[in-house]
């Protein structure tokens, strides 16, 4: 995998492949429970918790923001551009 290469490469920081692990499955998996762009509905929630690897959709919830604060950290590292994160 070519994060693993960057974190192996000092490019990343450790750990940081968990976070684009968990956008990916999120992206995949939303797209089959939540087409609509929106939370899915509440039997479907647990589901999409499981298919990104958390317990429940409130850690899955929690997750996603985590990964998305350290990819936007990580872009300002790199390319000096503060990304705009609605918390």
Do not use: N, Y
């Amino acid at each position: 995998m070519a994060i693993a290469g960057l974190v192996e490469a000092g490019h990343l920081p450790a750990g940081f492949g968990e976070h684009f692990s968990t956008l990916a499955r999120l992206l995949i998996a939303a797209r089959l429970l939540a087409p609509e762009g929106e939370p899915p509905p509440p039997a479907a929630r647990i589901a999409l918790a499981k298919a990104c690897g958390q317990e429940s959709f409130e850690a899955l919830l929690a997750g996603f923001g985590e990964a998305r604060r350290a990819v936007a950290a990580q872009w300002v590292h790199h390319f000096g551009q503060e990304l705009e994160i609605d918390e």
